[in-house]
């Protein structure tokens, strides 16, 4: 991959064979992990790191600070429970579709009015939708209300034929279920980042105006890429009912929003990769605080500040910054940028 | 449906929709002079409401509690700006995000070393706790009555602020162009500090007088800030008169929305808000940017 120039992917075979080895890694965690205690804690890292990733595509990609990309994770879960009956789970190959169907529907409303506004209108139109859809699982008894409502979770089955796994082995099943799945989100946006689309979102996020004046219809390509990002939440969302079983409102939040753009930059705001690694460490860390004190906000509160005042390149910039000192992370505005050339990539795409 | 009780609801449409006005004010001027948005504004307004609390457990009145909460909120807003809010001022969005949300985090943490995790009522300060009787058969909360007086009167005092005095002058031109105010020899930091102390005194204001009504309990400031954000966007971001006209405009249509279109509760003000989008999207009294 020497012919790289989206930045937002390993610049080199070492950068691509690191990420090779962190999905190994990944895979064997369930031989090395202690009990099923962590097995699981695993499966809700990987789910985190899906809905960071899907809104990387609109923040690290396309520039778009989105503060309502929690709702179309929790209405994924949440359609879930609507579609399955009371007692008997549904196959996979129905609930995903279902989930991801309705999720990218609602990201479409919402982007399209969300989209009419830029930088703070947008983020706080999206921040009141989501709250709006929110608020229609809390107010209302359509999802067990406040309390939220057990489901039976969707089975891995295809075919009419059905994994059946032991009551102990299920959290390993539903684990690599969840990997195979990040591993997949990241193959297909790293593949949607060197097409033609990819660039021109890129090119959306250095520079709009230019873009316009290539000729390109942004307001278009920044709605496919929130309904495509609603969509990949709806994924995580998804794989969130079938680990736990469980919705509330809570999964809806804005506070989810607000994690995974924290997983973002604590991860790495100019990488793909980062926002996994983002969601291991935030998960992880939330893990780690249990242990030492019962106060999970005040440390989740003060390691924010000091990743908002300290590490502002993230988790990936630091291993960038140790390999490549020379090459800046995040440019200063105005300054030219290793993605200039993206735009210009587009135009020849 | 009777008169009277449209009366009394369009009444307590007026009182929240000023109250809200006191949250967004707030928060339109942080973000049209110093262009940061401050998500932890919904906190500040429920620091006011737990002060208010905590004062009227302890002197047994809630009239301390006001002066409190103004005198309380310039203090911690100036030191807000000092110690955090002035690194951040153009720093990407993302990261005013991510400060404010971790403020957000810390002050709900504060709440519960404080306070606890329970609800709590907070009673109506006794010289106000009757009802004016208006007609033979309707009465309304003297309480209300007064929580409107004082909101219109700091309103007022607001608009004169900035509209009537050489300071006012001064944060308009800011809000219009930052660069002016260095250009005219004055001293933006003073600008930013006093701006943002006085939307900070704004928010725990509003949230001492809501006390007695909404009562305290936590995250109380979550609800309340995301309404002022839909009055933000229909007012149109940085216009203080904006904002007042939205505020009221979301007061009233959420109250009568609940209470004449059950089942459809919460929702009213974000179709309004759709609606102001697509047929205006910089907001009904913003001008397009």
Redesign the interface.
Known sequence: MADNDTPMLPASRAGWLGLVVGALALAALPYLAPSTYYVELGTTALIAAMLALSLQLL?GCTGL?S?GHGAFYGLAAYTVYLVTPANAGLPMWMTLPAAVLVSGAVAAVVGA??L??????F???T???G??IF??FH??KLGGGTDGAYLARPLISAFGWELQLPRRQRPIGTYYVALIQLVLMYIGLALLLRSLFGRVLQGIRVNEHRMVALGYDTYRYKLAAFILAGMLAGVAGHMWAMHRGFVNPELVG?HRS?EA??M??LGG?YTLHGPILGALAWVGLGEASQLITE?K??V???V??V???VL?RGLAGLWTFARRPAEPARPPAGAPSPESGTAEGARHG | MDLAGLVAQLLNGVQYGLLLFLIASGLTLV?GVMGI?N?AHGSLFMVGAYAAFLVGRATGSLWLALPAGILGGIALGALLERGLFR?FYKRE???Q???T??????F??GR??LVGNDFHSVPIPAALDFSVPITSDFSYSAYRFAVIAVCLLLALGLFWWIERTRFGAVIRAAAEKPEIVDILGIDARLVHLVVFAVGTALALTAGVLAAPLYSVYPNMG?GFL?IS??V??IGG?GSVSGAFWSALLIGLVDTLGKAYVPGV???AI?VL??AV??WR?AGLFGRA?
């Open positions: 923040v600070v503060l009015l969300s009419r506004t830029k930088g703070f209108f983020l706080m139109v921040l009141a939708f709250q709006m608020f229609v107010d209302t804005w607000a753009l924290l973002i930059l705001l106060r906000l005040l989740e509160g003060l924010i500040l990743v908002v005042l502002r | 973000f948005i998500l690194h969005h993302l990261d995000v991510l400060l949300f971790a403020l957000i985090l810390l709900e943490e519960s070393f979550d995301i954000f839909v933000v966007v971001l509760s919460g929702l974000y808000m759709a989008l697509l999207p940017a």
